[in-house]
């Protein structure tokens, strides 16, 4: 059954007691648990951006946001995988007809992970279709995913820039996944050796960034209208805000539980709770006031913009970065407490890190962007 904003929100927020337990189990596996795969399938929160005509909830960006959010303090690794999850069924439905029957009618529930990131890979055109040869990294969730997307150009023309859907059975998975941040996404790489992609599992990323995708004609709702680089970041930053929240309640227990939390030195401890607050809370309404305007542009059948999309990158890269200062700063505060791995905080300040690192959270970049726009000194 299809659920709306409410219900999203409540099945996360009662994931996320789950999520913790099993974060430590996690990072020991480098990939989700297979019972956390079992409980967010049934929750019905990886369709929330799915079509309804294969059993989605098909509802706006801002709520993936506000449910990843949610997840998020529970723990990093599962609620990043979570939000791949659900991201993904938006992007399948910019596809053909054919590829989104392809892929859910055999299995609605059935998972997709990505590699978008063109790596410059062989891609040789085929009779009815395209060969792919290669390596491409970073696809969390690709141990429990029935379907990988796969970016890269055509031609060596950066400008024809393409996602091909590619089934479990045509790549093989390079298990590489050992880091010192988000060790539970499995994010390892996928390998292709002249894996054959028919025309109709092909889509132009020129067509989707215009609105021109195959998969809106038959998907009317607004949400398959949004571009995706520029917008889609948002939910990946909802994460590591979600893990913001969770470390400043974290902290407080650790205070709480502090032999000498109060008298000498306690001060700077109480300083740095407020501050972790106050920036959590901060990026928290950032990124929500910034998805929710977009949704709402969207839904009034209007276009989103170059300035839309630059806003976004803007302030979901501030909001990230507003959250790995407090990350840092609160593990400071530790001290050598803070070390043991049975202390949440420091998985917490790890998870932070690894996911800033992503390409698109980056703050400099997105920040020179949107002020060369604004002030009209690009070029």
């Known amino acids: 059954m299809p659920l ?15 999520l913790r337990e099993r974060a430590r189990e996690g990072e020991r596996l480098r990939r989700m648990p297979d019972n956390t795969v079992a409980d967010l399938i049934d929750s019905g929160l990886l369709r929330v951006c799915q079509p309804a005509r294969f059993g989605g ?3 706006g960006w801002d709520v993936l946001c506000e449910s990843s959010i949610e997840l998020g303090q529970g723990d990093g690794s599962q609620a990043w995988v979570a939000n791949i999850y659900g991201e993904h069924p938006m992007f399948v439905a ?35 279709g395209f060969r792919l040869s290669g390596r491409w990294s970073f696809a969390s969730g690709v141990h429990h995913a029935a379907w990988c997307m796969l970016g890269d150009v055509v031609g060596g023309d950066p400008k024809d820039h393409r996602m091909f859907l590619v089934p479990r059975a045509d790549y093989r998975i390079d298990d590489d996944w050992h880091t010192v941040g988000m060790c539970g996404t499995g994010s390892a790489s996928v390998v292709t050796d002249g894996a054959f992609v028919p025309a109709h599992r092909v889509v132009s990323m020129l067509d989707i960034h215009t609105g021109k995708a195959p998969g809106a004609r038959v998907n009317k709702a607004p949400l398959y209208r949004m571009p995706l680089l520029g917008f889609a970041q948002l939910a990946l930053a909802a994460v590591p805000v979600g893990v913001a929240i969770g470390m400043v309640n974290d902290f407080r227990a650790f205070l709480t539980n502090r032999a000498g939390s109060s008298g000498s030195g306690a001060e700077l401890l109480q300083e740095r709770f407020a501050e972790a607050a106050a920036a959590a809370r901060a990026a928290t309404l950032l990124l929500m006031d910034t998805a929710r305007r977009n949704t709402a542009i969207l839904e009034a059948g209007e ?3 170059e300035a839309d999309s630059l806003r976004s990158q803007h302030d979901g890269g501030y909001a990230v970065m507003l959250v790995r200062r407090a990350a840092t700063r609160l593990v400071e505060a530790t001290g050598g407490r803070g ?8 998985r917490g300040f790890r998870d932070i890190l690894g996911a800033a690192a992503h390409g698109s959270l ?18």
């Open 303 to 305: 276009t989103l913009s």
């Open 4 to 18: 709306d904003r409410t219900e999203t929100l409540a099945r996360a927020r009662k994931l996320v007691p789950v």
């Open 94 to 128: 910019l596809f053909g007809d054919e590829a989104q029957h392809e892929v859910w009618d055999p299995d609605p529930n059935a998972l997709i992970c990505a590699s978008i990131i063109p790596p410059g890979n062989k891609v040789e055109p085929a009779s009815g």
């Open 57 to 59: 909830s098909e509802l």
């Open 362 to 379: 980056g703050w400099d970049r997105s920040a020179l962007r949107y002020a060369q726009f604004m002030l009209g000194a690009r070029g």
């Open 339 to 346: 070390l043991y791995l049975t202390q949440p905080l420091q």
